[in-house]
């Protein structure tokens, strides 16, 4: 496991955006923490580091967003308001990311079906705005270099 503290949501978007370098096609970022603890933000960070020019929003009513006009498709998903595995299942994340990146907030709701190599990150409140934001890696994510999010 790997953490960095945030300030703020500038911070945290910086954060992403560094991690987008690590990012390969077919990658699978859970995004885990409480309601307004900077998930989305995180999601809009990384969707910015990977070249895509459109305002990220949260997918929260319409379950999955693609953004196509970055240097690679980001598929954004929330899974919030989804009762079972089947109605997941029913979206089709995986084969619509395998060219891209796959962010999942809520992602640790559907544990049972992730891909063994993933990158989850939990944020925890710390303040109004402060967030503590832990990397725990899984599977081919594990030999990438995470410390290279710190400035």
């Known amino acids: 496991m790997f953490a960095i503290t945030s300030n703020n949501e500038g911070e945290t978007r910086a954060i992403a955006a560094r991690l987008a370098s690590l990012v390969r096609p077919g990658d699978v970022i859970v995004l885990a923490g409480p309601l307004g603890s900077g998930k989305t933000a995180f999601a809009g960070g990384l969707a910015a580091g990977l070249g895509v020019q459109r305002r990220v929003t949260s997918p929260s009513f319409v ?31 995986f084969e619509e990311g395998r060219k891209g990146v796959v962010a999942i907030e809520w992602g640790d709701a559907v544990g049972a079906v992730l891909p063994l190599d993933h990158l989850s990150v939990n944020f925890d409140v710390l303040g109004d705005e402060a967030r503590l934001l832990r990397f725990e890696p899984a599977g081919a994510w594990s030999d990438r270099p995470l410390g290279e999010l710190v400035v």
Not at 67 to 84: A, E, M, N, Q, W
């Open 63 to 93: 379950l999955m967003r693609s953004y196509d006009d970055g240097f690679v498709p980001f598929i954004h998903v929330d899974v919030y308001r989804l009762s079972t595995l089947g109605e997941f299942s029913d979206l089709d994340v």
